[in-house]
């Protein structure tokens, strides 16, 4: 029998096979840990210091040499050809004539190797096509990719009570059952209904953008790869949806005569301090004589109401980052009038003493607009300087005029047209010669020019670019300021005629996710005849996702791009325009590699490194070899030293279960009632601990005292139950969120949401059809705890059929216990003992253990057997 050990891809020079001293040992089943694993090493072992020896061991045996002690990697031992154990060998001590050490198999790389501190919405990207409301039915009703995904859906997205069903209250009668009502006050929003991903497809793709693959009998289990689990993050944090184009086109003016009501009611008046300039104002997009005539919107980011006094029009920003602004308009002024009592009057519109500015604002939602005057100064606040100041700075004619901050917070872009006459003289740019004002307007991308005063000063600084050749003195000469290179940018211009003026501007501009958009017209107040100028105005807006990158502009804090480094408008966009980053719904507060450890151990999974870029994720219970292809019959063999038993020292009971809240709804409802001693009848009090957990309890008959609990850091899902119109039982939903809610202050409880439970598993169910986002309609999914195809699954741990416990843990009971042989083995037997059974005494019987293997096969093995588990 030749034995051969192989130490960093070297054979290493041994006295005999006797000296060697080698001794293997194995564990397969611990019935006390709920584990079933393949652990092996070796005994002690000693090798000669020959000049082979010694060169394999780098001659750490000189006294000189440092680092002595450590593992050598690659260890590798044959017996007769057969690799027995290929892992690592462990230097433990060193003498002149020797080496000692221990051979092993190392641990395997874990996740924590692979992921480290990476959060789980850190993992990279995962996209998914999705542009709006439409895709939430076409994911729920399988209309994924099954190229990519087969035909399990990346996610679902679920109809979930994170809090109270949203509603409209005005004018109802708040009872319990109006509470749970689906019915027309129902006001979900996509934020009610966020993406729960499938587990499987989650860590596949978390795999793969680490540059593994995941692979293993768990990826097979119609039990596994159809579990989703529901979202989770704090309330606070912001889900980021898809960002895609939105545009919107219409007509507005303040005097429609083909109107029933022609007058537009909706504006304000504002007079300049210290002037008699007064300026009148309508937000188009809060007007009563808008019409929209076009409108792109696949993400649902455009909404077109009617109010009572008002068309509304809602265009909201969906994600932060850097957006393509296209923004076109055709003034034109009208000539009829209108007599007034009250109110200002319609007069002629006329252009050249009157001033009309059309203007894009952003403001944040559940804020009122500023009241807005006139932003084309070439003065404070837009510069430091005064009209008539020395080596003051103005744009080249007609083109744009930045607008600081200090001027305008609202201020994107828009265009100015007119005033011309004296009183206007600060909005007057002395470098036009052609006598005709006209401008566009776009807030600066630099720093206020103030934001160094100490008082009044401006900190807040906007991102944006639009192309300029920069500003000059009035002499014509380059003054070195607001010089924008935006290559190949459409050109960004305005034209003024007799009845009409025009205006297209192209700006690169940061946006914030959830600020709305307004559309504002401003035009002279004329203050001695309460005259507003008859004009109308037609709009075409366009916003395009364009970089999540605020760092692509290189707009300086002086409002000039960077010299040498231009900006180009056809760069290719980064935004993840028409995409879901499925990522971004994952829990920011926990690990990878924990989220994994809990998953693996909420199912009795394990993830196991099978080398180069390959993991496997098992199910334990399968390993337990069932299979009666490999069979090695001891009974034909005359050297075996009678057997005895052992116990296998179980504890008295196996207790699995969830991470409970027991403020949650769904298990508060659960809970029983205390009773009275004196009447025995049911108090309104909660019986302590007394709830549906979904636990279990596994008793295995042992004498032991001791007792094994697992607790997943999982939650347990409860269900409420919604009604129809007629208050009849229509469909059950995951509840989470916590009894207050239910039992508070309705109006209060309403804009709570209790994102930051724990998570819980579901499998599909069904789809449900309800016409509540934005009034359009969507079906989302149904889910339950309970899993019913080839294989059957219910998501508890109670002791009973198809559970997680039953179907998945592996539990023994006092009625087994070790047969414990001494034997000898072949080195081929050895190898294969965790894919064989052992035959004894006419019975199978698995293999929990062996120990004291020699290679050599002069000394017995004892081996530690269970009767074969079914």
């Not at 075996?640 to 709804?665: A, V």
Request: hydrophobic share 30%.
């Amino acid at each position: 029998m030749s034995i051969e050990l192989y130490i960093k891809n070297r054979l290493c020079d041994i006295n005999s096979p006797e000296s060697l001293g080698i001794r293997l040992k194995r564990q397969f089943i611990n019935p006390a840990e709920l584990s079933v694993k393949d652990a092996q090493m070796s005994y002690e072992i000693t090798l000669p210091a020959t000049p082979n020896n010694n060169e394999i061991f780098s001659h750490v045996n000189v006294e000189e040499v440092q680092g002595k002690f450590r593992i050598y990697e690659d260890a590798r031992l044959y017996v007769d050809g057969i690799l027995i154990l290929d892992g690592k060998f462990r230097l433990s001590e060193i003498t002149q004539d020797s080496y000692k050490g221990n051979l092993g198999v190392p641990a395997p790389l874990t996740a924590k190797d692979i992921f480290g501190e990476t959060m789980m919405n850190q993992a990279g990207k995962w996209l998914i096509p999705f542009t709006g409301v439409d895709d939430i039915t076409r994911y729920n009703t399988g209309g994924h990719d099954k190229s990519v995904y087969g035909e399990i859906s990346p996610c679902i997205f679920p109809l979930v009570l994170y809090g109270l069903l949203p509603k409209d209250t005005n004018n109802k009668n708040i009872t319990d059952e109006f509470k749970v009502t689906l019915d027309d006050s129902v006001l979900l929003d996509v934020k009610d209904i966020p993406p729960s991903v499938n587990c499987i497809h989650m860590l596949k793709q978390i795999f793969k953008n680490a540059d593994y693959t995941l692979t293993g009998d768990a990826l097979n289990d119609e039990r596994i790869n159809n579990l989703y689990v529901s979202y989770k993050n704090p309330e606070e944090f912001r889900m980021v949806w898809s960002a895609s184009r939105m545009r919107i086109k219409g007509t507005w003016g303040n005097y429609m005569e083909d109107n029933i009501n022609k007058k537009e009611t909706q504006y304000d008046t504002l007079e300049k301090a210290g002037t008699n300039l007064m300026s009148i104002n309508t937000d188009l997009f809060y007007s009563q004589n808008i019409k929209v005539s076009e409108r792109e919107d696949p993400g649902d980011n455009i909404s077109v109401e009617d109010s009572r006094v008002a068309k509304v029009v809602k265009m909201v920003v969906p994600e932060d980052g850097l957006y393509k602004l296209d923004f076109d308009v055709n003034l034109a002024i009208k000539s009829a009038s209108l007599s007034t009592d009250r109110g200002p009057q319609i007069i002629p519109g006329t252009f050249g003493s009157p001033m009309y500015e059309v203007k894009v604002l952003r403001y944040t939602e559940g804020t009122f607009l500023p009241k807005q005057h006139f932003d084309n100064s070439f003065y404070q606040n837009n510069l430091n300087q005064k009209e008539g100041q020395s080596g003051s700075k103005y744009p080249k004619p007609h083109e744009v005029t930045f607008i600081d901050p200090k001027q305008n917070l609202n201020m994107i872009c828009g265009f100015s047209w007119g005033g011309e006459s004296s009183s206007y003289s600060t909005y007057k740019n002395p470098t036009v010669t052609d006598g005709v004002q006209h401008n566009p307007i776009a807030i600066s991308g630099g720093e206020s020019w103030s934001h160094h005063l100490a008082e009044n000063a401006v900190k807040e600084r906007f991102y944006s670019a639009v192309k300029s050749t920069g500003y000059i003195y009035e002499d014509g000469t380059e003054a070195s300021l607001f010089k924008v290179e935006l290559e190949n940018a459409p050109a960004t211009k305005t034209a003024r005629s007799t009845g009409t003026a025009t205006g297209h501007i192209s700006q690169i501009v940061w946006l914030n996710a959830g600020e709305r958009i307004a559309l504002v017209s401003t035009s002279t107040y004329e203050k001695s005849n309460r005259g507003w100028n008859n004009h109308s105005i037609e709009f075409d807006l366009s916003l395009t996702p364009f970089s999540p990158y605020r760092s692509w502009l290189t707009v300086d804090k002086n409002g000039s791009s960077k010299p040498g480094i231009p900006m180009n408008w056809n760069d290719p966009a980064s935004f993840d325009e028409g995409n879901l980053n499925l990522t971004n719904f994952l829990p920011n507060g926990i690990k990878i590699n924990d989220w994994i450890d809990n998953f693996c151990k909420a199912h009795n999974l394990k993830l196991i490194h099978k080398g180069d870029i390959n993991f496997e994720l098992r199910i334990k219970g399968n390993e337990i070899v069932q299979s009666l292809d490999n069979i090695i019959d001891i009974d034909r063999y005359a050297n075996i030293r009678q057997h005895r038993n052992e116990s296998l020292k179980l504890p008295y009971m196996y207790e699995l279960g969830f991470t409970i809240d027991t403020n949650e709804e769904g298990y508060y409802r659960t809970m029983k009632n205390k009773i009275d001693e004196n009447t025995g009848r049911e108090t309104d009090e909660k019986l302590t601990n007394s709830g549906n957990s979904g636990g279990g309890q596994y008793y295995t008959g042992s004498n032991e005292t001791n007792k094994i609990t697992q607790t997943s850091t999982f939650s347990y899902n409860w269900y409420r139950r919604l009604l129809d119109r007629k208050g009849e039982f229509i469909i059950e939903v995951p509840i989470i969120s916590e009894y207050e809610a239910w039992d508070g202050d309705y109006a209060e409880m309403l804009k709570k949401r209790y994102y930051d439970k724990a998570q819980r598993f579901w499998y599909k169910s069904g789809i449900f059809n309800i016409e509540t986002i934005k009034h359009r309609n969507v079906q989302v999914a149904l889910v339950s705890n309970e899993y019913n195809d080839t294989y059957k699954m219910i998501l508890d741990y109670e002791n009973k059929l198809d559970s997680i416990m039953k179907n998945f843990f592996f539990l023994l009971d006092n009625s087994n216990d070790y047969t414990i042989i001494d034997c000898i083995l072949s080195a081929e037997e050895y190898r294969n003992l965790n894919k064989s059974l052992i035959r004894f005494n006419g019975d199978l019987y698995n293999v929990a253990e062996i120990d004291g293997y020699d290679p050599l096969g002069k000394n017995q093995a004892t081996l530690k057997l269970i009767r074969k588990i079914t």
